[in-house]
């Protein structure tokens, strides 16, 4: 049965990959991270979470209802949460919230105006002003060695900027990564991967990739781990 479904997946163009947003994935690298910084939480990322049960944890967020939402949810007993957007310099910034028929779309919340297809959906949205951060800034309260991971929808490049002295520390890095101009302005792809390399981090895994419909379906983004050379 398992082969014939390989067959009938081949035949469209498609092959099975098993699921690496999972714990056991992650803790096969056996990283040790005295803390873990989750930027961009909208809901909270539990397999993150429960892949280091005995990390702290530092959620940054602009939107303050992430923190609720991971509280409800169960999925995380200890944190500390930041309600700040992060980027290469300290200040504020315009935070759009869009709308659909579904009603607020908090997850797709972006500080860069949204181009993709995606966009089109959009009924209304909303503008909110927001404190920005650097990430080594927030950092410098939390010692130890780190795992970071950022979902900021577009701002990616800007977060990596503000953290040069946090990513020397990184023992891993999860990091969406646009692949297409999803966004007004969004970095590429290169530049990020750059940064990264300079601090030591390599390209080691694509965890998750979001695409199209379609057999010639193209990548949107990516989630990439980037680790050590040696890990």
């Not at 007993?77 to 659909?100: C, I, N, Q, R, Y």
């Not at 080691?204 to 989630?223: I, Y």
Request: aromatic share 8%; with cysteine; charged share 25%.
């Amino acid at each position: 049965m398992l082969q014939d479904l390989r067959r009938t997946l081949r035949s469209e163009g498609m092959v099975a990959h098993p699921i690496k947003t999972r714990p056991p994935y992650l803790r096969s690298y056996q990283f040790a991270p005295d803390v873990v910084f989750d930027v961009g939480v909208d809901k909270g990322t539990a397999w993150l979470y429960r892949s280091f049960p005995d990390a702290q944890f530092v959620l940054v967020d602009p939107q303050k209802h992430s923190a609720e939402k991971v509280r409800e949810r169960d999925v995380l007993d200890s944190f500390h949460f930041h309600a700040t957007a992060l980027g290469a310099h300290e200040g504020k910034a315009t935070l759009m919230v869009p709308h659909s028929d579904k009603g607020e779309e908090k997850g797709m919340a972006s500080l860069l105006r949204r181009t993709d297809p995606a966009a089109a959906t959009f009924t209304k949205t909303e503008k909110h002003y927001v404190p920005v951060k650097r990430l080594d800034d927030i950092a410098l309260a939390y010692s130890g060695r780190v795992g970071l991971k950022i979902d900021t929808e577009g701002s990616e490049l800007d977060v990596l900027k503000g953290a040069q002295d946090t990513l020397k520390r990184c023992d891993f890095v999860i990091l969406k990564l646009s692949n297409t101009q999803r966004f007004a302005g969004v970095g590429l792809p290169s530049q990020a991967v750059a940064l990264l390399a300079e601090a030591g981090l390599e390209w080691r895994d694509v965890l998750h990739t979001g695409s199209g419909p379609g057999k010639k379906a193209h990548p949107r983004f990516m989630n990439v781990l980037f680790t050590r050379w040696t890990t």
